[in-house]
């Protein structure tokens, strides 16, 4: 082993001679070479790295929780609904959650309402920029006082889970003619609510988002709501986007971004 770590300690050393002896022979000319193709190099790698002003950032994460008008109903898939419309519009990457016949305290046909979906469909994923909770439609023949409650607790944990995500409430959607006074009452609760938490909250029926010729598809204007009374058409749920889409860039929320 020792005549072979003194073989290799030689060649080594004939190596270093014989390039020390190309460069003296080479001189200062292979040196001027040397330095001028770094510079080329560095020249290059400045001209092709990555600029501050040109970065580009990533699309804002938005979630949604809601009843059908949210994930869809029959013959309208999730990717087809508002929800996803309107991340659409603004450039977002949406997650759709919720289930149809739900509401903060309504369960329908779903073993959870809003709380329980919250946990077992959204609540564990990484926290998104926004949480759009959008429902109480279901909630109508519920006493407000308990739908407001429910709510709190949904808000408030989902402060907790993701503190630094922000936070919008839609009130009910209400598909045609004049609004019932029980879900007139529930909107008026949660948007109470809304305003105690501070969190942006839209008022589809109080901006009277889906109302007279819009419903029906009479004259020339489209149908938005099918002839169950309740769902919108798939014009109806794109017309529903550009209504909320416009909404969050009036509150400033068009494009959130996370607090860190």
């Given at each position: 082993m020792t005549s072979r770590r003194a073989r290799r300690g030689a060649a080594t050393r004939m190596l270093c001679l014989s390039l020390a002896a190309v460069l003296s022979l080479a001189g200062s000319s292979l040196l001027a070479g040397c330095s001028l193709l770094a510079g080329s190099v560095r020249k290059q790698a400045a001209a092709d790295g990555p600029k501050d002003d040109g970065a580009r950032k990533a699309p804002p994460v938005v979630m949604f929780l809601g009843d059908s008008y949210t994930v869809g109903d029959r013959g309208v898939e999730p990717e087809s609904t508002y929800a996803s419309a309107t991340a659409r519009l603004l450039g977002w990457q949406v997650v759709v959650g919720g289930r149809s016949g739900t509401g903060y305290v309504q369960r329908g046909r779903a073993p959870h309402a809003f709380l329980g979906q919250f946990e077992s469909q959204l609540g564990w994923r990484p926290a998104p920029d926004m949480l759009v909770v959008s429902g109480g439609h279901n909630d109508w023949r519920i006493p407000p006082p308990q739908v407001a409650a429910a709510a709190h607790v949904l808000l408030e944990r989902a402060r907790q889970r993701w503190p630094g995500t922000r936070l919008v409430v839609v009130g009910p959607l209400w598909g045609t003619g004049t609004p019932l006074p029980g879900a007139l009452a529930v909107r008026d609760a949660l948007k109470n609510l809304a305003g105690q938490l501070g969190v942006p909250f839209v008022d589809p029926m109080g901006e009277g988002w889906i109302t007279g010729d819009l419903v029906t598809g009479?004259?020339?204007?489209?149908?938005?709501?099918?002839?169950?009374?309740?769902?919108?058409?798939?014009?109806?749920?794109?017309?529903?986007?550009t209504r909320l889409a416009a909404d969050l860039k009036r509150l400033g929320l068009a494009h959130p971004v996370r607090k860190s």
């Open positions: 009479q004259g020339n204007a489209p149908r938005l709501i099918k002839r169950d009374r309740t769902h919108p058409t798939p014009a109806g749920h794109l017309y529903v986007a």
